[in-house]
């Protein structure tokens, strides 16, 4: 009789571990999936030259698709951005070298859209342009920009 | 008698599976639900789990070249021009810069003081004096201390797919 006596507080000892060490699971689980918060991209409101960079940044990424696979890159498709006359991140940038990596940049860019022959060899020509600015004002983007190259 | 004991003992069992739950996990919610509203995500979601200290990283990398690893510490310092890296810092005051892989995402700039969880691949690498320079002045450092930069400096680094900030 004391033995069946003795069963109902171990039974609910065991019943009240095993429920809590469930229920930790369920809750670390939850940690871990239910958070529906989307990934942010950029939560320091950036300026718009390096909004505008990022969007040709994708379109150069676009390009080199294009001419791997062959295919002819339309000026229509890429219109030249002049993000030279928009507000960049850091506003000591704004000299004369930076404006004259710009016009570089610019001609070889437009140079490689009318171009009827050797795109691919004219598209390594404007990264070259993206690398040699990036190297004396903002070293973050080089890593990327690197890759944007084609093998030839 | 002995059915009856054997009866509560069931009942018991039985109850407390049931109603139990209600209580802790109204306690538990409360602290998950703050974590995830007080966490932010960056670059690819990633999820806390098994992430190692940034302290155990040297050991973890040992000899090889390139590691992939989820790791986690507290945020010592960040790019003041654009959130583009982050320094985590360990047990004995060392940094890990952390870039974010392609230049694709960003984490706040007044991040610093918080905790970071960063998946992605832990390498050992040479930094040019002129991007140590470039790091220095992003970092708000002085004209005096950035020209004291003279010398390449062979580091650990970290390039983050996914970022979560708590």
Not at chain 1, 122 to 149: A, D, Q, S
Not at chain 2, 108 to 133: M, N, R, W, Y
């Amino acid at each position: 009789m004391k033995t069946y006596l003795l069963l109902i507080p171990i039974a609910f000892v065991f019943a009240c571990t095993n429920n809590s060490k469930s229920n930790k699971q369920k809750v670390d689980s939850t940690a871990q999936n239910t958070s529906c918060a989307k990934p942010i991209k950029d939560p320091n409101n950036p300026k718009p030259m390096a909004l505008m960079m990022r969007f040709m940044a994708d379109n150069a990424d676009s390009m080199k698709a294009q001419l791997l696979r062959g295919e002819h890159l339309d000026e229509s498709n890429y219109p030249f951005m002049k993000f030279y006359l928009v507000e960049p991140t850091d506003t000591s940038v704004l000299k004369m070298q930076f404006f004259e990596n710009a016009r570089l940049f610019q001609q070889a860019y437009l140079e490689m859209l009318k171009s009827s022959s050797n795109q691919k060899q004219l598209y390594n020509v404007t990264i070259g342009k993206c690398v040699n600015c990036h190297e004396m004002y903002c070293n973050g983007p080089l890593k990327r920009i690197k890759k944007m190259f084609i093998e030839m | 008698m002995k059915k009856l004991a054997l009866l509560i003992s069931i009942s018991t069992i039985l109850s407390c599976s049931q109603q139990a739950p209600k209580q802790d996990a109204n306690n538990s919610n409360t602290a998950v639900d703050s974590a995830i509203i007080n966490q932010q995500y960056f670059g690819d979601k990633i999820t806390a789990d098994s992430a190692k200290p940034v302290s155990e990283l040297k050991n973890l990398i040992a000899e090889n070249k390139q590691l992939t690893v989820k790791l986690t510490g507290k945020v010592e310092g960040v790019c003041q021009k654009k959130g583009c890296w982050m320094n985590l810092k360990n047990e004995n005051g060392e940094k890990l810069r952390v870039t974010f892989k392609d230049y694709k995402f960003f984490v706040p700039k007044d991040c610093a003081g918080k905790t970071a969880f960063i998946q992605g691949v832990a390498s050992t690498e040479e930094t040019s004096v002129e991007e140590l320079q470039e790091f220095a002045k992003d970092a708000g450092k002085s004209k005096e201390e950035i020209a004291a930069i003279k010398e390449p400096k062979k580091e650990l680094v970290f390039e983050a797919s996914g970022v979560i900030i708590r």
